[in-house]
């Protein structure tokens, strides 16, 4: 194993803004990803990224950049229709929303597949929607990725009470739609629901902060692990956080416990 050839992959230049991308992430998902287990409708961010991803898609069928302005608002689009479906269906689906949730994602799933069936870059497309490229994003995307969580996160914990069931299903679809592109599917799922169930016991400081030093670790040691072995970052990552969150709770319950203590009186 060469040492010297595995260190030269961690590159700062590259690393730096995909560790923040993944902050970044965290700052909205982690909070809304409490909200999504106290409404038990785990798989929601899975339907709404794939229907994001599925106008990314459509944009490009119409021949615009994947990346490029057209299939942000695409993708945007997409999400908040999906999101007011869903919302819609949370009045009358009752117990039977979480299927119907999982049934909006197949849907989503297999209309991006026959959208790219005749491409031949159709497989590479799906897998960077999936596994998503987080070593490749710029510090532009980066800076629109933090403006956008900076507004979702003010209006989250100033307004949550005001702005009812509609405003959280917005708020969530805006948050998906941005890190879905910079992370991909997968990363947003596991960041969204991995470090807010592992802090689920506590209160709602003590699990922010769990939660966030969960995300934080997974992160930092998912692409440091990516890097010096040469590996997928995005599917390193999912499991770095995984067991981050196994960890984690365990070596920090000490003080997290007197912390719960604390601003429990």
């Given at each position: ?25 965290l700052?909205?998902h ?60 949370e ?9 119907l ?11 991006s597949?026959?959208l ?27 800076s ?8 979702v ?8 009470d ?48 769990l939660?966030?030093?969960?995300g ?6 998912g ?32 003080p ?10």
């Open positions: 194993m060469d040492l010297s050839a595995m260190s030269d992959g961690l590159d700062l230049s590259i690393l730096a803004p995909a560790f923040l991308a993944g902050v970044i992430v700052l909205t982690i909070p809304l990803g409490r909200e999504v287990i106290k409404r038990g409708i785990i798989f929601i961010d899975l339907a709404i990224a794939q229907i994001a991803g599925m106008g990314v898609i459509i944009a490009f069928q119409f021949g615009w950049e994947m990346h490029g302005m057209e299939a942000q608002v695409a993708a945007v689009m997409s999400a908040l229709a999906g999101a007011w479906i869903l919302h819609s269906l009045k009358r689906a009752g117990q039977h929303l979480e299927a949730i999982g049934i909006s994602f197949v849907l989503a799933a297999t209309a597949l026959l790219l069936a005749n491409n031949p870059h159709g497989g590479e497309h799906i897998k960077e929607l999936l596994v998503g490229q987080i070593l490749w994003v710029d510090w532009s995307q980066v629109y990725a933090a403006v956008v969580a900076l507004a996160v003010i209006i989250w914990f100033k307004y949550r005001k702005i009812g069931n509609i405003g959280f299903y917005i708020l969530f679809a805006v948050s998906i739609t941005s890190s879905v592109q910079l992370i991909g599917v997968y990363l947003v799922f596991t960041s969204l629901i991995v470090p807010a169930l592992a802090a689920s016991r506590y209160s709602e400081k003590p699990a922010l902060i939660a966030f030093i969960i934080i670790s997974g992160y930092f040691s692409l440091i692990a990516s890097a010096f072995f040469d590996l997928p970052s995005g599917a390193v990552i999912v499991w770095c956080l995984a067991i981050s969150a196994l960890l984690l709770p365990v070596l920090l319950s000490k997290l416990i007197a912390l719960e203590n604390k601003t429990s009186f």
